[in-house]
């Protein structure tokens, strides 16, 4: 009895751990929202780039070589060969972190306007040392982002030669 116990126990267990919302919207371990531009760009081949994240990218776009990779409903990638860039869409729920706090974005705000601009790692530090997700990259500049817990957003755009924030986009 003890031992049909103790089977019904681990089946239990095994069912409600196999029950867990996953975060992660890839169905690739080696691209999910929160990394996929910093392992892909636009000098991997697409046949290299179906590899990392799992599924086959769909030309979009012929004048301008661009692929578009559906990883979810949620999450997808885009590349654009003929002008270096690669960016994501997602849904910002995904990307939410209650570590952020944006009061400071005043101050980063005045920053940017003033041509005083700051670097990435300034910003970091004024959002309570939360790093940003990237989300878009060029050979000119790379986007960052932020999602508090209400779903209020900061996006920042730096330079790729001066590693200055050059625009902010929030949606407050």
Same mark, same amino acid.
């Given at each position: 009895?003890?031992t049909v116990r103790l089977f019904l126990v681990i089946i239990l267990?095994? #069912?409600?751990?196999?029950?867990?919302?996953?975060? +992660?919207?890839? =169905?690739?371990?080696? $691209?999910?929202?929160?990394?996929?531009?910093?392992? @892909?760009?636009?000098?991997?081949?697409?046949?290299? #780039?179906?590899?990392? @994240?799992?599924?086959?990218?769909?030309? #979009?776009?012929?004048?301008? =070589?661009?692929?578009?990779?559906? @990883?979810?409903?949620?999450?997808?990638?885009?590349?654009?060969?003929? =002008?270096?860039? +690669?960016?994501?869409?997602?849904?910002?729920?995904?990307?939410?972190?209650?570590? *952020?706090?944006? &009061?400071? %974005?005043?101050?980063?705000?005045?920053?940017?306007?003033?041509?005083?601009?700051? &670097?990435?790692?300034?910003? *970091?530090?004024?959002?309570?040392?939360?790093?940003?997700?990237? #989300?878009?990259?060029? *050979?000119?500049? +790379?986007?960052? @982002?932020? *999602?508090?817990?209400?779903?209020? %957003?900061?996006?920042? &755009?730096?330079?790729?030669?001066?590693?200055? $924030?050059?625009?902010?986009?929030?949606?407050?």
């Amino acid at each position: 009895m003890k031992t049909v116990r103790l089977f019904l126990v681990i089946i239990l267990l095994l #069912i409600i751990s196999g029950c867990k919302k996953e975060n +992660v919207l890839s =169905n690739n371990d080696n $691209c999910d929202v929160t990394n996929c531009l910093d392992v @892909i760009d636009w000098n991997n081949s697409v046949s290299e #780039i179906n590899d990392i @994240i799992g599924v086959e990218g769909t030309l #979009i776009d012929a004048t301008y =070589n661009e692929y578009h990779w559906k @990883i979810s409903n949620d999450f997808s990638v885009y590349v654009d060969f003929t =002008n270096k860039e +690669v960016r994501e869409e997602f849904n910002n729920a995904s990307l939410i972190n209650k570590k *952020v706090d944006f &009061t400071k %974005y005043e101050n980063i705000k005045r920053l940017v306007d003033d041509d005083s601009s700051i &670097t990435y790692e300034e910003v *970091v530090e004024m959002l309570n040392n939360v790093d940003g997700v990237l #989300i878009r990259k060029s *050979v000119d500049s +790379v986007d960052y @982002i932020w *999602v508090d817990d209400n779903s209020e %957003y900061l996006q920042a &755009t730096f330079s790729q030669d001066s590693s200055k $924030c050059i625009r902010l986009v929030s949606s407050f």
